[in-house]
Each structure stands twice: as C-alpha cells, then as structure tokens.
C-alpha cells in the first residue's frame, strides 16, 4: 500500500513505498492552498522490516518465513502446552523467544510507533490460520510466553476448541519476542489484525490494520534451500523476497495518515493548477521561438 506517514508534524514515507514524490508534492499544494493536512484518519501499515535484507522493509506477505529443520522439537509432557494442538512426545517446530543462531528470530516491533500517539497498547489479534491456496492448513499455529519463573502464557492458537483471548498487546515504540509453534510441516498464511487507541491529540478513536505473515515449515535440513532468485514459488505462493532463515525479522508497524478525499480532491486541483501554469508559462517562449 502506498501511503505517506504524517508523524507529529514531519513528513515522511514508508520503506519502499512508491508515488513519494507525488505525496510530497500534494502536501506543497495543500499546504499552499489552506487546506489542513492534519485532516486525515490513521490506519496501521502492518509489515516486515529487516536490518540484513534488502529493502530493509517489504510488505507483509513479500516474504516466506523460513522455520528451518532445527526448529523441530519433541512436545514435552507438560500439560501447560495442550494449547499448541500436539500431544507429548510428538513434533513441534518452535521459533523461540531466545535468538537460535540457525534460525529465524522473530519479533514484534513497533519501534516506528510514538509512544505518545496512542491511549492503549497495541493489540495483536489471530484472524485465521490457513495453508496452499486458501486451504486448511497443515497443523496447529500457535504463540506463547514464558515468564522469569518458567510459566508458560498461552497467548494465540489455532487448534479447534482451544480457550485462549487469541491475542497479545505490546506498547509502542518497542520490541517484543515471543515463541512461535508448528504441529506439521507446509505453508501457514497467518493473518494478524492490529488495533489500538490514538492519543487526542491525533484525534481519538481507534486505529486498525491487518496483514497475512507466510510461514514455510520444513521437516529435513535439506528441504529449504534459499532461492537464487526471486520472485520464486512455494507451495504454489509466490514470494519477491528470499531469506535465508536465520535472520532477524520484525512484524513492524507504522502510523500512517490518509488525507481525507475532500483534501485529495483539492490536491488534485492543486497539481493540475501548477501543471497549467507550467504549460502556460512555455507557450510564450515558444512564440517567441517562431517570430
């Protein structure tokens, strides 16, 4: 999506986003013709963000999340982790809270968020869990917490019957791990709502956005090698961005403002002004030119 992000006062654009240029130029006109910018709702941009990939921030689903043979595990016999829809001693592929060097290490981040732009924490919400093509997917998705005391917190899973609030808050401007488990190994397209309350000096109410995170599961060490190139296909997916596995990836979030469509109304009117001031200012030279 292609939005400009208004942030307490400055202007700025999203990553790779594409028409900055002509965003920047409807904030001159606006603002050159009176209309209030700060007339606009808010919405999350809900993405991945990368200190190692290039481009360091890419669209929620640009990506497959390698979770890579190493995370395979046995389920313990402990009866605090019925919730991830496996029974003891069978597998489960874990992405853990703790960074693996050999495995992708997953985060919450909502670092690009201001603290003082919101009234509540931000919300994360489990939308639906499914695999290829729509389809079911091939087990249970499930995250969870372990506090100092090595209590586990069941916070989101996808098994059938499973009692959990299916969601998480983190505050803005953080960075928050969490562990991640799979039953099975295939695709696992996992949408997330995100929500929270703006502070009144954005305006109040609530802001909300949502995006579905591609998470490929591999059973053997052999089963996921790193695309040469890109866009490449999995499970019948297409993916513009190839990772390795191990790197550290980000669920990030940002603010962005969308003008409201009376202001884009006028900025349109705006920019068609400037262009045929352009032209107008041309054709006399022209003229001239030809005399």
Do not use: C
Request: no cysteine.
């Amino acid at each position: 999506m292609s939005n400009v992000t208004f942030k307490t006062g400055f202007f700025q654009t999203l990553g790779n986003r594409t028409h900055g240029i002509l965003a920047m130029i409807s904030f001159v006109v606006l603002a050159n013709i009176g209309v209030d910018v700060a007339a606009a709702t808010y919405e999350f941009d809900v993405h991945l963000h990368s200190e190692e990939v290039e481009p360091h921030e890419f669209e929620a689903d640009a990506a497959l999340l390698p979770v890579k043979a190493a995370a395979k595990t046995t389920r313990s016999g402990n009866p605090q982790f019925d919730f991830t829809g496996t029974t003891a001693g069978n597998p489960i592929w874990i992405l853990p809270k703790s960074q693996n060097p050999g495995l992708l290490f997953l985060s919450v981040g909502t670092e690009e968020l201001s603290a003082t732009d919101f009234q509540s924490l931000i919300q994360f919400s489990l939308v639906s869990v499914t695999g290829s093509a729509g389809g079911p997917a091939p087990g249970v998705f499930s995250i969870w917490n372990v506090d100092a005391f090595a209590q586990v917190e069941p916070l989101m899973s996808s098994a059938v019957g499973a009692s959990l609030p299916n969601a998480f808050s983190v505050p803005a401007a953080a960075h928050t791990h969490f562990n991640y488990g799979f039953t099975a190994p295939g695709l696992y397209n996992v949408e997330f709502a995100v929500s929270a309350t703006l502070a009144e000096s954005l305006g109040g109410g609530p802001v909300s956005g949502s995006a579905v995170y591609s998470f490929g599961v591999f059973d053997t060490g052999s089963d996921y090698v790193m695309p040469s190139s890109t866009p490449w296909t999995y499970q019948g997916q297409q993916f513009t961005v190839a990772l390795f596995g191990d790197e550290h990836i980000d669920m990030g979030v940002g603010l962005v403002a969308v003008p409201e469509p009376s202001a884009l109304l006028l900025a349109g009117l705006g920019l068609a002004g400037l262009v045929g001031a352009r032209v107008n200012r041309r054709r006399p030279a022209a003229g001239r030119e030809n005399a």
